[in-house]
């Protein structure tokens, strides 16, 4: 599903250039759940971003579904995003002028999904989550572990192909976590490709995969032992 | 999407109430004034808007040529005559002229004082195609004692409309019947009458036996305000051509003196705006509000597109997750568009309800009459043009810049808000203050010239002076009179004249003198005095005397120093002189006196002994006077009883002949309140976020030992220096516009330095007691508190 070579994004100022992802190669396949870890400072998020369309690379390839989509101007890539990516971050991220509901039902309107469908959908995927009950208040009023869950409703109503998330427990305590990663292996096993930046060595353990990084690169890569085949 | 938009909107605004109620108090303070100046500009250009009066005009008349010609607004009777006889491209003409003569208009129930009648020819309904509710506008009148009313005044003097064949009697003795009734005539017109008499009455005064045989052959006497109805195509040059010719035919003194009269054609709906010659007068006051209408509606957007720009930062996040979860930038922008539109429709209620409670001061103010229905389509067109344009104006660039923000910056914090957002952000400042600046030296500069008028000696005394006209019958217990007022407490002097001293209308070129050339154009104002007049109003003789009260006073003179001057006599007293038919000697020379506007230069003026003036002047002290009042009031009950007590005081007489400055002075000194404090709230909003902005970076500088004084510097002085910037731009520019004003004015005060750097040093108090507030307020926190909540 995504094959990246050489990729490469230097970050530049007047004097100085840093390198934020050095030649980095890797593939990731449908239905995968890959985590990436790596300390501070290793590129993980700049990586993260470039696979979510966020931002273009400097050098490399990045194919996304069998296209060469480095090099996409701004308009094609929010639009390749908003049909195929959903995004979980670890400050949830809920725009705080919209209801529970109305937030899950963003993704939807501007993809153009007609009122009634979008009910529907959005109704689905917060029972899915178990925060219906929950659906018309506001993101001040909810716990983190129920907001993070309203982030992944929201990430995942458009039914995209991937799911990108960054660092999704990082704000939880440990049961929400779990709750939040067991969604998230709901998820993958439903068939949606899952790419995690992660600290957690615990939360880790829920993908399939590992790619550890450093300065920009790739250090190793670990599939656990239960999906080795 | 519409819904989740309002929606979105709604909540963001309700979040920043703080910051969207100041920009929201602004903007429709803005709107507000923009519409009453819309509205006031509209009723100025509406002026005689009467049916079809594209093709209507009135003749002026244009004396003499060179420095000495004259353009008046009236015009002799033979204009219309000949005009409407004789030349083919005019379809239609009538005359006008004031109905005076009559004190008291009576019916059997009601007694009004005499007011709003006009002597008309029959043919004026056709010309302004007036509308008959009652009566026949192809012959409405019947004969002499005919009369057409409006329907106002059907109701005022009949309580009804249905007044045909009633009787209005005037002086209680003269009888005229109700022939004709029709519509209102707009206020906003020259046609503001409501009684309509027949033309014939005035013509009959022409009996044969004077040196004019007939009111359509007198060329001398300008009694008449005259309207030509053109054809559609016809040429206006072409007219004024065949009128001149006419009149070098016809006038007899034109075969004489050589005289080069001619005539110009006002549209008649340019007669407020433009003097009797076209050139423009009240325009250029109308054009400067136009002006001030972009200044106040610029300044309140300014307040908008600042505000939201400089807060931009809070809603980087929103704007970034909308973006990552698949809005594309068309979608922002509508988004932030509708989220205007909101705002700006709250404005424009708020701005309405407004309009709504200040409407009755308003026109109290600025002298008008407007009534705002707001259910009327016109006024809606109005509050339509300004609502979009200022949408239009404030809401693209803030949504540009929202929507522009790149999501990946923009939700780690890291807001680049466009190149130069910031410069722009003081740019916007810089404009506003200097609008405000502009405005506050016109009102400054309006201020002075009309104290300058109101307080410059016009040559005479015209305090504590009333003055009123005595009918034939007064007139003929005069002394009787005089005595009494004389006798009053209070009373300093008594005096006539037949003039009306602060507005002299009167003019003539009937004047003779040893060596006047007689191709000379000498126009002069008449003023007939008696013995007392001179030194009761203080005016200053130059050489020569006064006139002592004999019989041979009627064949003295006295000029004022224009007079002699213009009529180059040297050594005056004792030269020849002859007004009309009169041959006497010049016995005095009096100091130039302003018996006219101090927009005019003053003219010349011959004083000449009457005995029986019809203008009473009395001089009070300055006592208590109501006691006399009552008692001169009594006086004249006694001696012209069922007449109401028409007075006035001279000072009132000379504020009323500058009624439109001092209002356009009163509505400028009320904009330029307005547009510094709309302008501030900006600046108070501006400076209420920096601070907040910097809240940590003061905390630190207040660990590192910055004073009060220091963090207050530090936070106030880029503001100040941008209204210091706004000044240096403000004062030229409000210098222009100013010098352009006062062209209007003959008499003008001085555009003094202090005037500009007054205005520039009270603005930059203004605002440094704006923004020190929210800088001391910043200085004094507690640093552990600031950093903490950072």
Redesign the interface.
Known sequence: MIKITDLEKFYRTDEVQTIAINKLSFEVKEGEFVSVMGPSGCGKSTLL?IL?L??DPDGGSYIFNGIEVAGFN??KR??L???NIG?V?QSF??????SVF?NV???L???GVKPAERKERVHEVLEKMQIMHRRKHFPQQLSGGQQQRVAVA?AVV?NPKLILADEPTGNLDSSNGNEVMDLLTELNAAGTTIIMVTHSEHDAKYSHRIIRMLDGQKVTENILAEYQH | MFKIHLKSAWRNLWKSKFYNGLSLLGLSLGLCVAIFIAVWIKAELNYNKIGDSSHIYRVSSILSSGENSQTWGSSVGPVAYYAKTEIPEVENATRIMDFNGYRIFSTSSNKFEARGGAFIDPEFFNVFNLKFIDGNSSAPFSGNNSVIITKKAALKYFGTIEAMGKTIAADYKDNFTVTGIIEDIPKNSSLDYELFFPMLIFSENYDGTGYWKSMNSDWGNFNFVTYLKLQKDASEEKVIQKLTKIQQAKDPNAHLSGEKDSYYLQPIQQMNLYSYGGDPTRIKTVRIFGIVLVLILSIACINYVNLNTARSIQRAKEVSLRKLIGADRSQLFIQFIIESCIFFLLAIVLAMGLIYLLAPYFNQVAGKDIHFNFLEPELWGMIGVVFVSTLVASSIYPAVLLSSFKPLEAIKGNVITGVGAGTFRKVLVCLQFSFSVILIISTIIIGKQLDFITSKNPGYDRSQVLNFYMSSKMRSHKEAIVNQVENLPNIAGVSFSNSNIVNNGMTTGDTNWDGKDPQSDFIVHPIGINKDFIPMMKMQLLAGENFKGRAEDSLHFILNETAVKQAGIKNPIGKSFELWDTKGIITGVVKDFNFTSMKNQIQPAVMYYDPDPYRMYIKTTDGDISASMVAIEEIWNTYNPGFPFNYSFLDKQYETMYRDDIRTGKLFKIFSILAIFVSCLGLFGLSTYTAQLKKREIGIRKVLGASVAQITTLLSKDFLKLIAISCIIAIPVGWYLMQFWLQNFAYKTNLDWWVFAGAGILTLFIALLTISSQAIKAAITNPVKSLRTE
């Open positions: 971003n979510g966020l931002d701004e308009r929010a639009n995003r908003k049909h995004f971050f991220n809920l725009i705080d002028e919209l109305e039902e963003l993704p309107i501007y993809t929201r458009n």
